[in-house]
């Protein structure tokens, strides 16, 4: 089993900046990496990023790529998302995941373990 949990959401006008960060514990055998969803209310959890353990790539949504980036330190087990240039359809509740080996890396279903989320409210 796996423990994930966010924190840093918060409310931040458009334009603004927030770094969410996320912590793992547990047993991480036959997962590889972490990923970050979100899911504003009516629609689906949509996938924003993805960082390998393996390799250290990152992988981003088209509507976030060259705004948000993602980092980890030494301890692979730990992730941040610092999303620039926030605007009003960013509001949502961001999730962080790990993924499973093998697991499709942009589907939520690729992902065993969640956090319990955190809100980002973007203001105009």
């Known amino acids: 089993q796996v423990q994930v949990v966010e924190s840093g959401g918060g409310l931040v006008q458009a334009g603004g900046s927030l770094k969410l960060s996320c912590a793992a514990s547990?047993?991480?055998?036959?997962?590889?990496?972490m990923g970050w969803f979100r899911q504003a209310p009516g629609k689906e959890r949509e996938f924003v990023g993805f960082?390998?353990?393996?390799?250290?790539?990152?992988y981003y949504a088209d509507s976030v790529k060259g705004r948000f980036s993602l980092s980890s330190d030494s301890a692979k087990n730990t992730a941040s998302l610092q999303m620039n240039s926030l605007r009003p359809e960013d509001t949502a509740v961001y999730y962080c995941?790990?993924?499973?080996?093998?697991?499709?890396?942009?589907?939520?279903?690729?992902?065993?373990?969640w956090g319990q989320g955190t809100q980002v409210t973007v203001s105009s």
């Open positions: 995941a790990v993924r499973r080996l093998g697991g499709t890396w942009y589907a939520a279903t690729g992902y065993d373990y």
């Open positions: 960082l390998s353990w393996r390799t250290g790539d990152a």
């Open positions: 547990g047993n991480f055998f036959r997962t590889s990496g």
